[in-house]
Antibody
Framework: QVQLQQWGAGLLRPSETLSLTCAVS????????WNWIRQPPGKGLEWIGAVNPTGGTNYNPSLKSRVTISIDTSNNQFSLKLTSMTAADTAVYFCARGKVVQGVLYFDPWGQGTLVTVSS | QSVLTQPPSVSAAPGQRVTISCSGS????????VSWYQQLPGTAPKLLIY???KRPSGIPDRFSGSKSGTSATLGITGLQTGDEADYYC???????????FGGGTKLTVL
């Protein structure tokens, strides 16, 4: 079955750049969007953005100036970079496969999540 | 403040039925498919319902989804203690050009 395994640094200083990678196994990249979603401690879900197999991206407007999502189909991976991190970016970050139906994304499956803490 | 509104919590006894509502507007639920996710404590969300009322393979038919106008509803019958989790609705918002989620509903099985 499809599995997403993610990794990256869990503790950052303010102003540093978050870098996370998600490896995909058991599935082709074709026909799907590859997403990052985050969840602040004790709060709800926030979609960060997505990348398609040809490298096209779609970002949450509230984060667009700081976000880059890229894809490496040769290594079955996609990545997230978020610059100028602050304490407000502290969250669990999830990668997820997205399917588009009539312009709407739904997410299945999800990676295990990475807790990212921003603190001086 | 989430774009989609869910009750913070619901509760019911084992074996009973519960519904969770998700309210939005014409820019999101009113014109787009809704999906639902279950997040067990300390784990990643899992897809329960997509395209308003379809269940992925492996999701029991105790879980159902429906949509009417600008609201959607998740129904769970035959409640089990293992259903205790946070539940989120999600869809696309064409005014904001972003995927939006509800604030989540915590289900307690008494």
């Amino acid at each position: 079955q499809v599995q997403l395994q993610q990794w990256g640094a869990g503790l950052l200083r303010p102003s540093e750049t978050l870098s996370l990678t998600c490896a995909v196994s058991g599935a082709s990249f074709s026909g799907y969007y590859w997403n990052w979603i985050r969840q602040p401690p004790g709060k709800g879900l926030e979609w960060i953005g997505a990348v398609n197999p040809t490298g096209g991206t779609n970002y949450n407007p509230s984060l667009k100036s700081r976000v880059t999502i890229s894809i490496d189909t040769s290594n079955n991976q996609f990545s997230l970079k978020l610059t100028s991190m602050t304490a407000a970016d502290t969250a669990v970050y999830f990668c997820a496969r997205g399917k588009v139906v009539q312009g709407v994304l739904y997410f299945d499956p999800w990676g295990q999540g990475t807790l990212v803490t921003v603190s001086s | 403040q989430s774009v989609l509104t869910q009750p913070p919590s619901v509760s019911a006894a084992p074996g009973q039925r519960v519904t969770i509502s998700c309210s939005g507007s014409t820019s999101n639920i009113g014109n787009h498919f809704v999906s639902w996710y279950q997040q067990l404590p300390g784990t990643a969300p899992k897809l329960l319902i997509y395209e308003n009322n379809k269940r992925p393979s492996g999701i029991p038919d105790r879980f159902s989804g429906s949509k009417s106008g600008t609201s959607a509803t998740l129904g769970i019958t035959g409640l089990q203690t293992g259903d205790e989790a946070d539940y989120y609705c999600g869809t696309w918002d064409s005014s904001l050009s972003v995927v939006v989620f509800g604030g989540g509903t915590k289900l307690t099985v008494l």
